[in-house]
């Protein structure tokens, strides 16, 4: 039951958001065309909801290791300099997260001191601004689980290379 919540956490979470966020532009479109009732409040919930999707999504391309590289770059090295080079932009970009997690509990903190609402919902905004922390921390997470599987299950952190030739055929 754990490996599954492991695995799927991200992608369940991240869909729940972009169904939210799809459902609230649908619903405000009805509402402005249709009946000539525009709402503000669903906007800001589709803004919310889109925030968290992005802020889930990056974890989930770092767990699947998807992120956007310039993986032909690499791959025009021998194996164990795109190894390292692999290894050392994976520490710069657990250096940034690690950085980007602590900074957003600083300016979260921020918001249980002052109280700040947001003007359509009346929702105080450390709540929205927890996707920054959820996010930027899964991230750092899945980092060093990409690492410990790595090291401990030898499972591979530079994705295969397809063959275009294949794909063709």
Not at 45 to 69: D, G, P
Not at 106 to 135: H, V
């Amino acid at each position: 039951m754990l490996s599954k919540i492991e695995r799927h956490f991200e992608e369940v979470l991240a869909g729940t958001f972009v169904v939210i966020m799809c459902t609230m532009v649908f619903l405000q479109v009805v509402m402005r065309y249709v009946f000539s009732l525009p709402t503000s409040w669903s906007d800001e919930i589709a803004i919310y909801a889109m925030l968290w999707s992005v802020y889930i999504s990056v974890a989930w391309a770092v767990r699947e290791r998807s992120h956007i590289r310039v993986m032909n770059f690499i791959n025009l090295f021998p194996k164990k300099v795109a190894l390292a080079i692999t290894i050392f932009s994976d520490f710069i970009w657990f250096c940034f997260g690690f950085l980007m997690t602590w900074q957003s509990i600083l300016l979260n903190i921020t918001f249980w001191q002052d109280r700040y609402q947001s003007p359509a919902l009346g929702i105080e905004q450390k709540w929205p601004y927890m996707c920054l922390i959820l996010g930027f921390g899964l991230m750092t997470l899945r980092i060093v689980q990409v690492y410990y599987l790595w090291i401990k299950h030898d499972v591979p952190i530079i994705p295969e290379q397809v063959d275009a030739d294949k794909h063709h055929a």
